[in-house]
């Protein structure tokens, strides 16, 4: 389970008081959906249905009767898009730079654009295809014309591309009466069901009511959920059918513990659910209490507890609930909803805002880990048939010099505000270490040139996420300052398992052998070269897989915010050396169940209350 949110946080908290809709006359069915728990708490209301439009839109022929009424409705449709790409560019005036209004006025004229209406309009005319289809086809043969002529690296061209498909799918979301933005401006407390949330919609959620989320693809470690669990709502993903079983306005109940859906739910299951949500929050709070405790087993060792943070304004949240400082910091998300880069300016204020409001504890800022499932709309990337093993996070970073010497500029000159730790994600051989050590190296020289102030000395480390890391520690640790677990991708390459694929989703075990044995010789790497290493994956904040993982050897854990008061009460209840017994036996196991058998067998008896989410008193709400 993941604790409450305290009076500052989203939305989301106030769940249980959302005022439900009166029931319409017919009852609808109650239908339960089964997912993965992305994201815990329990909470309940309106269902809104954010489309994937270029999945889903009508496929319909049409009469020689209606082919009018439906160029008809294409014309309406492209003025209510540029009507709310008008209102976008409202909205951003104040903030928006003169390329970002540019690009917005280029969108809004490209929907008259006379190439794209002709072959809509022979889609239409001719082919007596629904104005749905007609716009979805065009978008497609138009990105296929562009294709065929160019490689994927023209960059001009990829971007055109982009334009195509993002100027169609304003008209197909104007078509089909739905909201120009993916999450939009929300009037009351409301449940989103998507197909797929990227990062930057789950952002875009910060500043709106929703109150629990549903998606039909990712998993535990995709970032629709990692980002749900940062804003601490709620959140089911890898739901089957979740787009064909909800209608919108539609009352849902997430359980985002049990990774369970109901739909329409009776009166008596609605309030089993606002009493679960209630001791859910009750719990939370009371692990909230110590969480400003210090973090130590039952015998005294200290096991440090950071934060992973995604938003800046997430750094004051960590602190709240109790984080020893910032063991990761994706600085993605700096990339991701905006159109063009942000400047070396930019970085270096909100790098320097995190550190000094987090100091005089560490902040390790992650250098972008662009491309595989986090897609940013500021970098061109090119179309791969494999994203996950492609052009991604360093091997796109020292691609692109210019970009990535701006980022580290950013972080070395932030770095005289406090103690800061640079990490480098995705790192398989010696040479990709070496090149960004260049790079920092002259980063640093040209800040010092320029007579700008910085640390003496900024550790740099790396992630250790992909198996030639893990193989080869013992080599890393001689070059690398510190090492951080990225057990998300770890296993997502170690067992081959794509981290956002449902399906396989109960394969990904944190408790594999293969990985269990990986973990156990990067932290003896790490301790014959004396370097520092911690974990910053998924595994870290799994109550279970952390005790295995301090028996491993692991006394540094990073993981969201809201998970630390959980894991310190864990490491409160279990002594050092049955952390270590379980590990060394486990280290002798040959499934993923029999090391999670083992363990549960062990611990989960006295971390029930944990491991459930809801507290040991169940009656204390009754
Ligand atoms: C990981 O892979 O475990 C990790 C922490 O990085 P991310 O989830 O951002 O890929
Ligand atoms: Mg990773």
């Not at 394969?507 to 044995?517: D, E, G, K, W």
């Not at 169940?593 to 507290?615: C, H, I, M």
Request: hydrophobic content about 45%; some cysteine.
């Amino acid at each position: 389970m993941r604790p409450p949110p305290s009076s500052q946080l989203p939305p989301s908290s106030e769940a249980i008081d959302t005022p439900i809709p009166e029931s319409p006359p017919s009852v609808p069915p109650t239908s339960t959906l089964r997912g993965i728990p992305g994201s815990p708490g329990v909470a309940f209301g309106p269902a809104m249905i954010i489309g994937d439009t270029r999945a889903a839109y009508t496929r319909r022929h049409i009469s020689a009767a209606h082919v009018d009424a439906e160029l008809a409705r294409v014309a309406k449709a492209v003025g209510e898009a540029q009507a709310g790409l008008r209102e976008v560019s409202r909205r951003m005036a104040s903030g928006s730079t003169p390329d970002q209004s540019a690009i917005l006025d280029a969108y809004i004229a490209m929907l008259t654009d006379p190439m794209l209406h002709e072959r809509v309009e022979r889609k239409i005319r001719s082919e007596r295809k629904c104005a749905e289809w007609a716009v979805a086809a065009t978008s497609h043969e138009i990105v296929s014309l562009f294709r065929q002529n160019t490689t994927e690296h023209d960059a001009y061209v990829t971007e055109r591309r982009h334009d195509i498909e993002f100027v169609c799918d304003r008209l197909l979301r104007a078509l089909m009466g739905e909201p120009s933005t993916l999450v939009p401006q929300l009037d009351r407390p409301t449940v989103i069901i998507a197909r797929d949330l990227s990062p930057a919609d789950t952002a875009g959620m910060v500043k709106e009511p929703v109150i629990a989320i549903v998606t039909e693809v990712g998993t535990r470690t995709s970032h629709t959920a990692i980002m749900a669990r940062a804003l601490e709502i709620p959140a089911v993903v890898g739901t089957v059918d979740a787009l064909h079983s909800i209608r919108g306005g539609d009352i849902v109940i997430v359980d985002g513990l049990r990774g369970e859906v109901i739909v329409n739910p009776s009166p008596a299951v609605l309030d089993a659910a606002r009493m679960r949500a209630a001791r859910h929050l009750a719990f939370g709070r009371r692990l909230l209490v110590s969480r400003h405790e210090r973090s130590v087993t039952s015998c005294g060792e200290p096991i440090s507890l950071k934060a992973n943070v995604e938003l800046p304004a997430e750094a004051i949240l960590a602190l709240d609930h109790g984080a020893e400082g910032i063991g990761l910091y994706r600085t993605e998300f700096l990339y991701i909803d905006r159109i063009s880069q942000p400047d070396e300016q930019e970085q270096y204020e909100l790098y320097s805002a995190v550190v000094e409001a987090v100091s005089p504890r560490s902040v390790t800022l992650r250098t972008f880990d662009i491309g595989g499932d986090k897609y940013a709309n500021s970098f061109q990337l090119p179309n791969e048939t494999n994203p996950a093993l492609g052009l991604r996070a360093v091997r796109l970073a020292l691609s692109q010099p210019d970009v990535f010497l701006t980022q580290l500029r950013a972080m070395v000159r932030a770095s005289a505000h406090g103690h800061l730790r640079i990490m480098i994600p995705m790192i398989a051989s010696i040479d990709e270490l070496r090149d960004v050590r260049n790079l920092l190296n002259r980063a640093i020289r040209e800040v010092k040139e320029e007579g700008l102030p910085c640390a003496d000395h900024i550790p740099l480390g790396m992630m250790i996420e992909v198996p030639s890391a893990a193989l080869m520690a013992d080599v890393f640790a001689r070059e690398a300052e510190f090492f951080s677990l990225g057990t998300n991708d770890l296993i997502q390459y170690t067992l081959a398992i794509d981290r956002t694929n449902r399906l396989l989703a109960p394969l990904a075990s944190a408790f594999h052998p293969a990985i269990v044995r990986m973990i156990q010789s990067c932290t003896l790497a790490a301790k014959r070269n004396d370097i520092p290493i911690s974990m910053c994956g998924a595994m870290a904040s799994d109550p279970l897989a952390a005790v295995l993982s301090v028996g491993l050897g692991l006394r540094d854990l990073s993981m969201e915010a809201a998970a630390i008061p959980e894991i310190k009460e864990t490491m409160r209840r279990v002594s050092l050396a049955e952390c270590e017994a379980i590990a060394e036996a486990a280290l002798l196991c040959d499934s993923a169940d029999a090391v999670e058998d083992l363990v549960a067998k062990r611990f989960a008896p006295r971390l029930y209350d944990l491991l459930s989410g809801e507290g040991g008193d169940l009656d204390i709400f009754v």
